[in-house]
């Protein structure tokens, strides 16, 4: 999977961390666009904390609601090998892709690092 782009949304607080969500748009065309969380790591850098993926038609639900049922975490399914274990060479890959899209690492170190 390759990055096409990305940019920052917003900081938020997901299951009790502050984290910020990133707006990705990719090459897959079983996932286009995902919303990927980050939050800060003890390595002074960002740790990908969660991956959704919005299932509704933009047609049926063409207003912005993250709180739709619509939204499914694809965090452990997206990077699944046959074995059913993670590939996390191609998870880190994606991680840092989205990092090093232009003005996200800045954008999370302005909302993150208060």
Same mark, same amino acid.
């Given at each position: 999977?390759?990055?096409?782009?990305?940019?920052?949304?917003?900081?938020?607080?997901?299951?009790?961390?502050?984290?910020?969500?990133?707006?990705?748009? @990719?090459?897959?065309?079983?996932?286009?666009?995902?919303?990927?969380?980050?939050?800060?790591? #003890?390595?002074?850098? %960002?740790?990908? &904390?969660?991956?959704?993926?919005?299932?509704?038609?933009?047609?049926?639900?063409?207003?912005?609601?993250?709180?739709?049922?619509?939204?499914?975490?694809?965090?452990?399914?997206?990077?699944? @090998?046959?074995?059913?274990?993670?590939?996390?060479?191609?998870?880190?890959?994606?991680?840092? #892709?989205?990092?090093? %899209?232009?003005? &996200?690492?800045?954008?999370?170190?302005?909302?993150?690092?208060?």
């Amino acid at each position: 999977m390759t990055v096409t782009g990305a940019h920052v949304r917003r900081a938020i607080d997901r299951d009790g961390i502050r984290c910020c969500e990133v707006e990705v748009r @990719t090459d897959q065309l079983e996932a286009p666009e995902l919303l990927a969380f980050f939050g800060t790591s #003890q390595d002074n850098d %960002y740790d990908l &904390v969660a991956i959704v993926k919005n299932d509704a038609s933009s047609e049926i639900d063409w207003y912005d609601n993250s709180m739709h049922s619509a939204y499914s975490d694809i965090s452990m399914e997206l990077f699944e @090998t046959t074995t059913m274990k993670t590939n996390w060479g191609e998870r880190e890959l994606f991680k840092e #892709q989205v990092l090093s %899209y232009p003005g &996200v690492r800045a954008e999370l170190h302005r909302l993150l690092d208060v």
